[in-house]
């Protein structure tokens, strides 16, 4: 009895106090019979030990064992074999043996299992279970053992990790032994191709093939890159051991998604025992090539623009002038490149006006044929332009004239002072109202014969004026040009202009006349024409003071003639210089949304453009300034869906020779037309990537854009007969991540989709192709460690021990518990009942 309760054991001490409450129970029985509060003092005192749960202790000691397990499965080179069976630790009299693959079995002739003497069948050394394995060792009677586990550590059925906490409480140690170095391995494989996940058509791209040698020597053989199941590319190659990358440049077509695959074929078979890896394959998704429709007004025009937007990776069609134009129907931009109105009939102008309206982009450059006043006027171009194409409003000037009249003493021959008084009245006549007259006398000092005033004023008055002059003196012609100078620099008029009339010599240096002149010219916009009279005057001068003063020379023998001439004088405006002679350059407009981004600040020269008026609501992105009106070179704005661009200049050359050797001149139309196209679904930057991981195919999404956190992203897969959704798993910002249920070797399609604040975004569909079976039994080049270091770790065991003293089984004393609660609850019950029977029947009824 006394060893009894020495080895007793309350879990639930704190029920025990309640036995203090025995002396209660016999107040409230008193006047009963001593056998009725004996029995209940019983019962009372067995529930109250039931509930302190009382265990019995008792301890048992486990004998330990020493197991081996030889995994026999076809992922085992026999170079591995014939370690398992010299290696130094083998079995000893009284250890367990099991050899295992697809199933376990225990074995007593390890040896020759081991070798390769037994048929290995019935363990279906076609596939490894390490879950098979230790699931027949923890149905193994309780006891401390060891395991020393001879295999490659990677399993193709099962999933050994789902074990991990059941061994950690079985007291199994896993020592999993391994040899020094990985058994050489006669096998080639074609790891990866490496290419970019999405791209455009006719885009040049680089294909990397990584092909890796498990053999100890060079493997000659061919290698095959095919593009969608048609050869591209194949080679004979020599590969030495190791991994090495073969590189290979090639264009996308113009398909949705295209395969690029690379198989290798050894000339010898014996050095490849295993060929299902033999080949890997890439998926790229392709972009279709923005089209653009050139349509050019000469042949040629167009060819630096069409050499360009190629080189921008745009499709460019161009028919030859003189040919029907295709509908704009499928192109993302329309060009009128100096092309005349007459080539198109109303209904396609009417077509390019509805497809730049529904969201596609149209530019018009180019020089008359484009832009000339009148041209496209009522027609839906007109209305398209971000520009006016009609003439602007031309303002009427008013002009400023003063006749200077040589009235020296020569002058009264052949009436030569009468027929220039009358010339001046002609003038008079022929000035409007808001003109200006004024009349210089001239000798050796200028003479103002009537004050440079408004025609209207002096109407009445002029000729009375005029006959004032009077025929006397020399001839001095400098002051009195000085004295038109004067007067004309302070009168405003939009042109201004002296008529100078003399028949003889004058004083003073010809370079002080041509430098006065070309100043007033130049500086002052007052342009000096020269009537020379009889066979006296100095002609090279005033030739030459008509020619630096931007006017004209006349030259009469007659006096009568000079009213007309002077007539014609103020009738015909000076030629302007030639539009070549002139450069005009352009300058950017603050604010440009075309121009956004685009670096460069100063543009090249141009020898013309043709003027336009911007439109209400359109926008100037570079513009040339001038002193009256600025003019836009560059302007754009959108219409409808769409956009449309004017450039008021050529692109062959024309007038845009600087333009064509500008440096920046491709990276500008991109500009343009990158603006022009109609804008795509706006991805964020983002990679995908799919690779097998641990039998696994893994799907792994990296965004590279901030403020996408509260993204979900879900996948579609389909292919081989399979189909399959489900959500991406965010585990960092930026990265997603999911398994694919992908089993069976064939080509997958999967479709990515983005759900962020209420939209719906759909990502280029990526392709993966699996070469083989993933749970395929294979050889492999390398150990699966981690997995290894997982049962160590979880068992208390390690890899390769280095102590041959680690790896012996004691025997092990543990304590054990035996429960009483159900005993003494027992046995409460039947006294319970007893001492029922025994007052009711057994005792006198007074009890």
Same mark, same amino acid.
């Given at each position: 009895?006394?060893?009894?309760?020495?080895?007793?054991?309350?879990?639930?001490?704190?029920?025990?106090?309640?036995?203090?409450?025995?002396?209660?129970?016999?107040?409230?029985?008193?006047?009963?019979?001593?056998?009725?509060?004996?029995?209940?003092?019983?019962?009372?005192?067995?529930?109250?030990?039931?509930?302190?749960?009382?265990?019995?202790?008792?301890?048992?000691?486990?004998?330990?064992?020493?197991?081996?397990?030889?995994?026999?499965?076809?992922?085992?080179?026999?170079?591995?074999?014939?370690?398992?069976?010299?290696?130094?630790?083998?079995?000893?009299?009284?250890?367990?043996?099991?050899?295992?693959?697809?199933?376990?079995?225990?074995?007593?002739?390890?040896?020759?299992?081991?070798?390769?003497?037994?048929?290995?069948?019935?363990?279906?050394?076609?596939?490894?279970?390490?879950?098979?394995?230790?699931?027949?060792?923890?149905?193994?009677?309780?006891?401390?053992?060891?395991?020393?586990?001879?295999?490659?550590?990677?399993?193709?059925?099962?999933?050994?990790?789902?074990?991990?906490?059941?061994?950690?409480?079985?007291?199994?140690?896993?020592?999993?032994?391994?040899?020094?170095?990985?058994?050489?391995?006669?096998?080639?494989?074609?790891?990866?191709?490496?290419?970019?996940?999405?791209?455009?058509?006719?885009?040049?791209?680089?294909?990397?093939?990584?092909?890796?040698?498990?053999?100890?020597?060079?493997?000659?053989?061919?290698?095959?890159?095919?593009?969608?199941?048609?050869?591209?590319?194949?080679?004979?190659?020599?590969?030495?051991?190791?991994?090495?990358?073969?590189?290979?440049?090639?264009?996308?077509?113009?398909?949705?998604?295209?395969?690029?695959?690379?198989?290798?074929?050894?000339?010898?078979?014996?050095?490849?025992?295993?060929?299902?890896?033999?080949?890997?394959? /890439?998926?790229? @998704?392709?972009? !279709?090539? =923005?089209?653009? *429709?050139?349509? +050019?007004?000469?042949? %040629?025009?167009?060819?630096?623009?069409?050499?360009?937007?190629?080189?921008?990776?745009?499709?460019?069609?161009?028919?030859?002038?003189?040919?029907?134009?295709?509908?704009?129907?499928?192109?993302?931009?329309?060009?009128?490149?100096?092309?005349?109105?007459?080539?198109?009939?109303?209904?396609?102008?009417?077509?390019?006006?509805?497809?730049?309206?529904?969201?596609?982009?149209?530019?018009?450059?180019?020089?008359?044929?484009?832009?000339?006043?009148?041209?496209?006027?009522?027609?839906?171009?007109?209305?398209?332009?971000?520009?006016?194409?009609?003439?602007?409003?031309?303002?009427?000037?008013?002009?400023?004239?003063?006749?200077?009249?040589?009235?020296?003493?020569?002058?009264?021959?052949?009436?030569?002072?009468?027929? /220039?008084?009358? @010339?001046?009245? !002609?003038? =008079?006549?022929? *000035?409007?109202? +808001?003109?200006?007259? %004024?009349?210089?006398?001239?000798?050796?000092?200028?003479?103002?014969?009537?004050?440079?005033?408004?025609?209207?004023?002096?109407?009445?008055?002029?000729?009375?004026?005029?006959?004032?002059?009077?025929?006397?003196?020399?001839?001095?012609?400098?002051?009195?040009?000085?004295?038109?100078?004067?007067?004309?620099?302070?009168?405003?008029?939009?042109?201004?202009?002296?008529?100078?009339?003399?028949?003889?010599?004058?004083?003073?240096?010809?370079?002080?006349?041509?430098?006065?002149?070309?100043?007033?010219?130049?500086?002052?916009?007052?342009?000096?024409?020269?009537?020379?009279?009889?066979?006296?005057?100095?002609?090279?001068?005033?030739?030459?003071?008509?020619?630096?003063?931007?006017?004209?020379?006349?030259?009469?023998?007659?006096?009568?003639?000079?009213?007309?001439?002077?007539?014609?004088?103020?009738?015909?405006?000076?030629?302007?210089?030639?539009?070549?002679?002139?450069?005009?350059?352009?300058?950017?407009?603050?604010?440009?949304?075309?121009?956004?981004?685009?670096?460069?600040?100063?543009?090249?020269?141009?020898?013309?453009?043709?003027?336009?008026?911007?439109?209400?609501?359109?926008?100037?992105?570079?513009?040339?300034?001038?002193?009256?009106?600025?003019?836009?070179?560059?302007?754009?704005?959108?219409?409808?869906?769409?956009?449309?661009?004017?450039?008021?200049?050529?692109?062959?050359?024309?007038?845009?020779?600087?333009?064509?050797?500008?440096?920046?001149?491709?990276?500008?139309?991109?500009?343009?037309?990158?603006?022009?196209?109609?804008?795509?679904?706006?991805?964020?930057?983002?990679?995908?990537?799919?690779?097998?991981?641990?039998?696994?195919?893994?799907?792994?999404?990296?965004?590279?854009?901030?403020?996408?956190?509260?993204?979900?992203?879900?996948?579609?897969?389909?292919?081989?007969?399979?189909?399959?959704?489900?959500?991406?798993?965010?585990?960092?910002?930026?990265?997603?991540?999911?398994?694919?249920?992908?089993?069976?070797?064939?080509?997958?399609?999967?479709?990515?989709?983005?759900?962020?604040?209420?939209?719906?975004?759909?990502?280029?569909?990526?392709?993966?192709?699996?070469?083989?079976?993933?749970?395929?039994?294979?050889?492999?080049?390398?150990?699966?460690?981690?997995?290894?270091?997982?049962?160590?770790?979880?068992?208390?065991?390690?890899?390769?021990?280095?102590?041959?003293?680690?790896?012996?089984?004691?025997?092990?004393?543990?304590?054990?518990?035996?429960?009483?609660?159900?005993?003494?609850?027992?046995?409460?019950?039947?006294?319970?009942?007893?001492?029922?029977?025994?007052?009711?029947?057994?005792?006198?009824?007074?009890?």
């Amino acid at each position: 009895m006394k060893d009894f309760l020495s080895h007793l054991y309350f879990n639930q001490p704190s029920y025990l106090p309640l036995l203090l409450l025995l002396p209660l129970l016999w107040l409230r029985l008193r006047g009963r019979s001593l056998a009725v509060i004996l029995w209940r003092s019983v019962v009372f005192l067995l529930l109250v030990l039931a509930l302190a749960d009382p265990l019995q202790v008792g301890e048992q000691g486990r004998a330990g064992e020493r197991i081996f397990a030889f995994d026999l499965s076809r992922s085992i080179p026999e170079q591995m074999r014939n370690w398992m069976a010299k290696q130094g630790l083998p079995p000893q009299p009284g250890d367990r043996t099991f050899v295992f693959a697809g199933e376990p079995k225990e074995v007593a002739n390890w040896d020759r299992w081991v070798r390769g003497e037994m048929s290995a069948a019935a363990i279906e050394p076609g596939q490894t279970n390490l879950e098979a394995l230790f699931s027949a060792l923890l149905s193994l009677p309780p006891a401390p053992r060891s395991l020393l586990l001879f295999t490659d550590g990677w399993e193709t059925q099962g999933n050994v990790e789902r074990l991990l906490p059941s061994l950690a409480l079985s007291g199994l140690k896993v020592f999993p032994l391994l040899p020094p170095d990985r058994p050489v391995v006669a096998n080639v494989a074609v790891k990866r191709v490496v290419a970019p996940h999405q791209g455009t058509s006719g885009e040049g791209i680089s294909l990397k093939v990584m092909v890796e040698n498990q053999n100890s020597e060079a493997v000659a053989g061919n290698l095959v890159l095919r593009r969608d199941g048609q050869p591209l590319r194949s080679e004979t190659v020599k590969i030495d051991p190791g991994t090495h990358i073969f590189t290979y440049q090639t264009a996308l077509p113009d398909v949705p998604m295209v395969s690029f695959q690379a198989n290798f074929t050894p000339r010898n078979p014996e050095s490849d025992r295993f060929s299902q890896d033999n080949q890997a394959t /890439a998926w790229v @998704a392709v972009r !279709t090539k =923005a089209k653009v *429709l050139l349509l +050019n007004g000469h042949s %040629g025009e167009g060819r630096y623009l069409e050499e360009i937007l190629k080189r921008r990776g745009f499709e460019v069609t161009s028919p030859a002038p003189g040919f029907t134009p295709p509908a704009p129907t499928g192109y993302q931009a329309v060009v009128f490149n100096n092309v005349e109105r007459e080539r198109f009939s109303a209904g396609y102008l009417a077509g390019i006006e509805r497809h730049v309206a529904e969201g596609n982009g149209f530019l018009m450059l180019g020089a008359e044929g484009s832009f000339a006043p009148g041209g496209y006027q009522k027609t839906p171009i007109e209305s398209l332009l971000p520009v006016e194409l009609r003439e602007p409003a031309k303002e009427e000037k008013n002009r400023a004239v003063i006749l200077v009249i040589d009235k020296s003493g020569s002058m009264r021959e052949e009436g030569r002072l009468l027929y /220039a008084k009358e @010339a001046a009245k !002609t003038v =008079a006549g022929q *000035l409007k109202d +808001n003109d200006f007259l %004024g009349v210089l006398g001239f000798d050796v000092e200028p003479f103002v014969v009537v004050p440079l005033s408004a025609m209207e004023k002096i109407r009445g008055t002029v000729s009375a004026q005029i006959d004032r002059l009077k025929a006397q003196g020399k001839t001095y012609l400098y002051p009195a040009i000085v004295e038109a100078k004067r007067q004309l620099e302070r009168q405003k008029a939009g042109r201004k202009h002296v008529i100078i009339l003399s028949d003889g010599e004058t004083g003073g240096s010809g370079s002080d006349y041509i430098d006065l002149v070309s100043g007033m010219k130049d500086g002052l916009k007052i342009t000096v024409s020269t009537v020379a009279i009889g066979d006296q005057p100095n002609i090279p001068l005033l030739k030459r003071i008509a020619q630096y003063g931007g006017g004209f020379f006349h030259h009469t023998y007659d006096p009568t003639t000079l009213p007309q001439i002077v007539l014609q004088q103020i009738k015909e405006k000076p030629a302007e210089e030639p539009l070549a002679e002139k450069d005009f350059t352009a300058l950017p407009v603050k604010g440009s949304e075309l121009l956004a981004g685009f670096a460069e600040r100063s543009y090249p020269p141009l020898k013309g453009f043709i003027k336009t008026e911007i439109k209400r609501g359109a926008r100037v992105d570079l513009v040339i300034p001038q002193e009256e009106n600025s003019s836009p070179l560059l302007a754009s704005w959108n219409y409808g869906k769409g956009k449309a661009v004017a450039f008021t200049t050529d692109l062959h050359g024309r007038w845009s020779k600087e333009w064509i050797g500008w440096g920046a001149l491709e990276r500008f139309w991109g500009q343009v037309f990158d603006w022009l196209r109609p804008p795509g679904e706006p991805l964020p930057p983002h990679e995908v990537r799919i690779n097998l991981t641990d039998g696994q195919v893994v799907l792994d999404l990296y965004l590279y854009a901030e403020g996408r956190d509260a993204a979900l992203f879900r996948y579609s897969l389909s292919g081989k007969g399979a189909s399959g959704e489900g959500v991406l798993n965010r585990l960092a910002p930026g990265h997603y991540q999911t398994a694919l249920p992908i089993a069976a070797p064939g080509d997958y399609r999967i479709g990515l989709i983005e759900e962020f604040r209420g939209q719906r975004l759909s990502y280029p569909t990526v392709g993966y192709t699996l070469s083989f079976d993933p749970k395929a039994e294979m050889i492999r080049h390398e150990f699966n460690t981690p997995l290894l270091e997982k049962l160590a770790r979880s068992t208390g065991g390690e890899i390769n021990p280095k102590k041959d003293e680690s790896l012996k089984v004691e025997e092990k004393i543990t304590p054990t518990f035996k429960p009483l609660r159900s005993h003494l609850l027992l046995a409460a019950l039947v006294v319970f009942l007893a001492e029922i029977i025994f007052r009711r029947f057994l005792l006198p009824a007074t009890i």
